[in-house]
Every structure is written in C-alpha cells, then in structure tokens.
C-alpha cells in the first residue's frame, strides 16, 4: 500500500536508519539510491553492490572488501567519504555522501565540453585526490567520468573520486608478489619500493589525461570512430585525436598536460607530481577556489591555512576502528 515503502528484501538494521528511495546512479556492479537518514533526513547515497554480478563468489567479496576497507580508511576532501555500510547474502549496502551534481559524465555531456578555467578546477582536485591515494600506497586503475561526481550544479564546485573497487592497495600487491617468488632472485629495486610504484601508479596518471582530455574536448581521445584503427591499438599507439574545432580555443599549455599524460612508456609518462608543477596549473586564481572549496573550515582562507589543513588531515588514512580490524558488518 501506500504508506509502506517496499524495502522488503534491505538489511533490517539499513531500513531503520534510512528510507531509500529513487535510483540516482547505475554502476556496473549495481546501482546508487537516494536515501534519508529517518531521524535527521539528512540525504545520502546508497549503493547497492550485487555480489552474484561478480563472476566469482571470491572475487566479487573480495573486490567489495577492497572498496569497503579503502573507503573506510581514506580521508580527502576529493575523495568520497563512507558513512555506513550493511550486507546481506546477496548484496553489499554502502551509505555515502550525497553528490548533488552527479556524475562528471553528464555535465560534460550537456555541456558538450567544459570552458578551460571549470577543467583545470575539476582537474587540480582529481590530482590532490590521486596524490593523497598514492602516498598511502592506493592505486585508483578505473578513473573515469562515471567515477567523478559534482558536489553541486554549479560550474564551480568540489569533486569527489568515488568506486574504488579497482583499486589495488599497493602494500598487499607488492608482498604478495615478493613472499611467492624466491627472494634470492628478485632486484633490489623491488624491495625499495621503487619498481612497485613505478608502473602501477603510472596508470592512474593515463587515466587522468583521458579524463582532462574529455573534459576540454568534450569527446574521448581514443574512440572506433577514429580512422580503421581498433580503440585498442590507437592507446597502444597513444594516437589520441584533436578535432580542430573542439581544441582551438584550448591553451597550448593545456594541450601539453593532455600531451604529456596520454605517454604510452609509463616511465616517460609525466606523473601526478610533475602535473601539479605544471605552468598550467600554477594559477593563483584557481587554486584559492580549490583550496576554499577543498578546506571550507580553514578561517580566513589564504594558502597558509590550506597548507595547515592539508598537512594535518589530508594526508593520511583514518585508523581501523579499535574493535575489530575495521572487518565490523552491520
Ligand atoms: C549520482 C550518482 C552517484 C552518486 C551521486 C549522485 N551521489 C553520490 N555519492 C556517491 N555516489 N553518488
């Protein structure tokens, strides 16, 4: 009937903090509801994670931890914050921060391509948003515009990094690689770090050039409707298109941070760090608005306060809970 919403097959305890209701985002592993917290009706994003849609039982509880465990830990102002998360046998239930804006794939689509300053804006918070995840040893491997979501439907707003379930902690990776082979064999490099992060964090830095290159575009840099070559071979190639039209009224310097992302050898590719010093970005005018939108609360704003407040919060994972390892289920 009417009155009772059907959450029939939610986890009980979801159903008495939260009321879900329409869907506002399809992911490939499930779906993001809208949700009200019923004693304070604060909004959030509930998605719903379907175990069954993984090929393996293994694999999908697997990647699921992964997610669960990276977003518990992480603590950015670009990166999505986890509020609760339930399951049941069939499905994982994450509450997270509502996004008003949705996902950056959809206003750059109704926008058809982004004016350069609004890019460079939403490009500064992906690579504080890479860079705090790389310096605690995370590689992101999916960013793309499905997985970038708006605060706001303001052209200047904060951006949040979201579905993790890519994500490799690097710490894992590397030891389990390092206790299967002999050690007798394996380079010193491969113990100091060096080799681990070389390659893997590599691919984020690609994904990130995709991602400018469609916003200031306003189309994929690699697609089948360019010439006979298969999407596949044009990455391999790392012929990317610059449709005259789009591009004549994007900078040269904008150009040469797309140019030097989309580099096929991942260790002549230009990484995160080198990004943020590039002359593009070091715009004043641009990085007092992230900073301002990234860290809201630094009072009277200035470089010198974000610089705090960066320094204190934004740079390390929260700790596992006491009880338990952070494993706790609802
Ligand atoms: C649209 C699609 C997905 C969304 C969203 C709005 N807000 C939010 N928070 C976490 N995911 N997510």
Not at 292 to 304: F, H, K, V
Request: charged share 25%; with cysteine.
């Amino acid at each position: 009937d009417l009155m009772s919403d059907d959450q029939s097959s939610l986890p009980r305890d979801l159903q008495d903090k939260y009321l879900l209701t329409r869907r506002i985002g399809t992911g490939v592993c499930g779906e993001v509801r809208l949700a009200f917290e019923r004693s304070t009706c604060r909004k959030f994003a509930v998605k719903i994670i379907n175990k069954k849609n993984f090929q393996s039982e293994g694999t999908a509880t697997r990647n699921a931890k992964t997610e669960i465990d990276i977003l518990q830990r992480v603590d950015h102002p670009c990166l999505i914050k986890t509020e609760d998360f339930y399951q049941t046998e069939e499905s994982f239930y994450i509450v997270l921060e509502l996004m008003e804006g949705g996902e950056l794939f959809h206003r750059v689509k109704s926008k058809q391509q982004l004016n350069e300053s609004v890019a460079k804006l939403y490009f500064y918070q992906m690579l504080r948003a890479v860079e705090y995840l790389h310096s605690n040893g995370i590689i992101h491997r999916d960013l793309k515009p499905e997985n970038i979501l708006l605060s706001s439907q303001d052209d200047v707003c904060l951006i949040k990094v979201t579905d993790f379930n890519q994500s490799r902690i690097l710490e894992e990776a590397v030891l389990m690689r390092t206790l299967c082979g002999t050690p007798s064999y394996l380079a010193p490099e491969v113990f100091t770090h060096a080799s681990t992060t070389g390659y893997g964090l590599a691919v984020d830095a690609w994904s990130l050039g995709v991602l400018l290159f469609v916003c200031l575009g306003g189309y994929p840099p690699f697609h089948e409707s360019f010439g006979h070559q298969s999407v596949t071979d044009q990455i391999i190639r790392g012929e990317f298109t610059m449709v005259q039209s789009k591009w004549t009224s994007v900078s040269d310097q904008a150009k040469d941070v797309v140019r030097k992302l989309l580099v096929v050898d991942p260790m002549k590719r230009m990484s995160i760090e080198e990004a943020l010093q590039h002359p593009w970005l070091q715009d004043q005018k641009m990085l007092e608005t992230a900073h301002r939108l990234m860290y809201p609360s630094a009072e009277g704003g200035g470089a010198a306060a974000a610089m705090e407040a960066e320094s204190t919060s934004g740079r390390h994972l929260r700790k596992r809970g006491r009880e338990g390892d952070g494993e706790e289920q609802h």
